[in-house]
């Protein structure tokens, strides 16, 4: 029988929240943005989407269904991003369930994803899949959101989650009645840990689902979207501190040195 995936509004205490995803391992938070809020985000991205190529042909095995639209970069494309990626909730449950294990955090993945009219469900995996050398279950490595810029309902593609998967061993697989749907409203954000097992959902409606992920992950690992050139050095100079900092610049310990008197050629040839 499935876990459900705890639900909470935005004026709710973060020590609950906290306590949800320790135990489930996913949680959706409700109303934390208003409609203008998603709207400008939306219109920020809406040029860069279009021009999105939308793959018809689909394959079982490709670990991206097509009929989906996927654009990352999206702190470098839309301001209005800034203040989803520097939410003080989801910066307390970022220190909560990954500071023991770091310095500081940093942005692990930004990218808009739509799922399109007839796209087929995503294969069930963990964020934390790429840091195979740790056996399951994992010390928490990233912690991941979903914010929804339209409602996610059962038949547009709304994230799949296996609550309380986070604790599994390697070997233990999800059977089909453990696999909830995360629906909710536009405004809404799901967070779910690195190590939960998620997917996206079949988008068996006529329109398309649009959700923009924010992950975050410890600050000396690798991050999956390079975000030094998904947010170059000349387009970071005119954005906040914070989000200097949030994309990784400032060194973790004695990580990340560098010369700053590199930024032209040297030599040539
Ligand atoms: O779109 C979703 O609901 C989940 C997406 C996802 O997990 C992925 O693209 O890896």
Not at 54 to 81: I, Q
Not at 156 to 183: C, F, M, Y
Request: overall charge negative; proline content about 6%.
């Amino acid at each position: 029988m499935a876990m459900s995936i705890p639900e909470f509004d935005a004026m709710d205490d973060v020590e609950s929240i906290k306590a949800a995803l320790d135990r489930a391992g996913c949680a959706v938070i409700k109303g934390v943005q208003a409609p203008a809020e998603v709207n400008r985000v939306k219109a920020e991205l809406d040029g860069f989407m279009s021009e999105l190529r939308v793959v018809n042909d689909d394959s079982p095995e490709e670990f991206y269904p097509a009929r989906t639209r996927r654009l990352p970069a999206v702190l470098a494309r839309s301001s209005g991003s800034h203040a989803m990626a520097l939410n003080e909730t989801i910066d307390a449950l970022c220190w909560h369930h990954l500071g023991d294990n770091c310095e500081r955090f940093h942005l692990h993945v930004s990218a808009a994803l739509e799922i399109g009219p007839g796209a087929r469900e995503q294969i069930l995996h963990r964020e934390e899949d790429p840091f195979q050398f740790f056996s399951l279950p994992r010390p928490n490595l990233v912690l991941a959101t979903m914010w929804a810029m339209t409602d996610f309902t059962k038949l547009n593609g709304a994230t799949l989650l296996v609550p309380g998967s986070h604790r599994w061993p390697t070997q233990r697989k999800a059977h089909a009645d453990e696999i909830v749907k995360a629906e909710m409203p536009s405004g809404s954000v799901l967070i779910w840990l690195g190590g939960t097992l998620h997917a996206a959902g079949a988008n068996i409606s006529d329109h398309w689902r649009y959700g923009v992920i924010l992950s975050y992950s410890l600050g000396w690992l690798r991050q999956e979207e390079n975000q030094y050139l998904d947010l170059p050095p000349n387009l970071a100079a005119s954005m906040s501190d914070d989000i200097k900092a949030l994309v990784g610049y400032p060194m973790h310990g004695s990580l990340g040195f560098y010369d700053p008197r590199v930024s032209e050629p040297s030599f040539s040839g």
